[in-house]
């Protein structure tokens, strides 16, 4: 295989990206993939089917010029619609407007635009190819196909994209131990829907443009719109323990008795909430860390594979984008040396890459309990506020990840020094309009510094 030939693991949303971007930067890839086509098979899912995608994964997608025809197959959000438990409901607004969005896409569509758009770059993908084993040494890979047969081939330079459960992962760590460790979160989830309503001039039963959210303090549901009318909706919950959570809830009648005390506004959305109740198993939760995600020159593991994180912030796939987009960009500027390549890139990304984890953790306790908590209101005005007066001081953390490029480990620390500040100027305050504004600016000009350039940079 001459140095330039790249094998990538996985053909899902990463594999393809990094297939796409490797091979218009003149390298010859080949991918590896053990599901069958999608385009062919159809999308076999097992994972959430929608996926929110935000300013660091359109930025990797618009280097390969899929961005509008992704956004052509998305539904805009443009915060949090809040559900109380009385039935009230109230949107707290991701960005200042509508240039600060987040957008719901469908894993299956995406994926196989992705596929198209590997295959047009001249990338090859081979499906029905699991990997049963890789012998680093030698720059092999053994594939097993859907009957049972193996193969071996040729790969002295292999990229692990094959999720959170990587054969390829599992390969590198017999060769040389990768300090793996998981940490559950305790939680997990179930996937129900909202169907269209019959009428196809207003297929949607509730705000379209929104990330619905049933807040109830240590568990909560999720919606998110789909292009046709739908929503898929999502249950999290304490796996055990004192109920509510998964292992007091048995079955679909005590899950529907639940739903009508806690959520009856959604309940009453989802006429099938028995059949999808007993159809889809509860998902787990957890966040993956290794100490290290490369072997040598000679295997890579990137997204998911390296660092799978909790689906709190959105950022799971952003955040894949973005190694897949830093990782070519590294290769086409020190094409001849992979090893160099590989340590830069863990280098760079993986304090990138623990800092989303911590951050998605924390997003989880803010989106089930915080944003009905007064207090965290009341944070959340005075810092719109600050970086309404002061835009070149304060960005909200949220801003920060999810509409900006800031590295992720700056947007954990500054967001950390900036809730220090404004809970310091809050205090004695039970009202924001009590606040001294000019003061307040004043101190937060003293006491942080300039945010950097690229807060103020899109596309």
């Known amino acids: ?98 240039s600060e969005v987040i957008w719901s896409v469908s894993r299956g569509g995406l994926n196989t635009l992705m596929l198209d758009a590997a295959e047009a770059a001249g990338a090859t993908v081979h499906f ?18 859907a009957h049972g047969v193996e193969r071996t081939v040729e790969a002295p330079i292999v990229i692990g994209a094959d999720g959170a459960g990587s054969a390829l992962r599992a390969a590198m760590h017999l060769h040389s131990p990768l300090g793996e ?55 999290f919950l304490p796996n055990d323990g004192e109920h509510p959570s998964f292992r007091t809830i048995a079955g679909a009648g005590a899950a529907e008795a639940f739903f009508r005390a806690d959520f009856p506004d959604a309940l009453a959305l989802m006429p099938e909430f028995a059949a999808d109740w007993s159809a889809h198993p509860v998902g787990t939760l957890g966040t993956l860390y290794l100490d290290r995600w490369h072997v040598g020159g000679r295997a890579l593991l990137i997204g998911d594979a390296a660092h799978a994180i909790v689906p709190f912030h959105g950022q799971g796939m952003n955040c894949g984008f973005e190694d897949a987009a830093e990782l070519a960009d590294l290769f086409a500027a020190q094409t001849d040396d992979a090893a160099a390549v590989f340590a830069e890139f863990e280098r760079r990304r993986k304090p990138n890459a623990d800092a989303i984890a911590q951050m998605a953790l924390e997003n989880y306790v803010e989106m089930r309990d915080s944003v009905a908590d007064p207090h965290y209101l009341r944070k959340r005005e005075l810092g719109a506020l600050l970086a309404e007066r002061s835009p070149t001081h304060y ?59 690229q807060a103020f940079e899109r596309g």
């Open 395 to 453: 960005l909200p953390r949220y801003r920060m990840v999810t509409f900006t490029h800031l590295p992720y480990a700056y947007a954990l620390e500054r967001g950390r020094a900036q809730d220090m500040l404004v809970e310091q100027l809050l205090r004695g305050h039970e009202a924001v309009d009590s606040v001294d504004m000019d003061a307040a600016v004043r101190t937060l000009e003293a006491t942080l510094p300039p945010l950097p350039g």
């Open 181 to 235: 460790r998981v940490e559950e979160l305790g939680h997990g989830y179930k996937e129900l829907e909202i169907p269209p309503r019959s009428d196809p001039a207003a297929p949607f039963a509730i705000e379209r443009n929104a990330l619905h959210i049933w807040p109830r303090g240590h568990y909560m549901c999720i919606a998110l719109p789909n292009r046709e009318g739908s929503f898929t909706v999502t249950l």
């Open 1 to 98: 295989m001459p140095r330039n030939d790249i094998a990538v693991v996985g053909a899902g949303l990463v594999g393809a990206l990094v297939a796409t971007l490797l091979t218009q930067r003149g390298f010859r890839v080949t991918v590896y993939e053990k599901r069958s086509d999608p385009r062919q098979a159809g999308f076999q899912g097992g994972r959430s089917i929608n996926l929110a995608l935000a300013e660091r994964g359109l930025h990797a997608l618009r280097a390969t010029g899929l961005a509008d025809r992704v956004l052509e197959q998305a539904v805009m959000m443009r915060g949090r619609m809040v559900h109380d438990p009385a039935g009230h409901s109230g949107l707290q607004r991701y960005g200042v407007d509508d």
């Open 128 to 145: 029905d190819q699991g990997l049963a084993g890789a012998d680093l040494d030698a720059g092999t890979l053994s594939l097993r196909d």
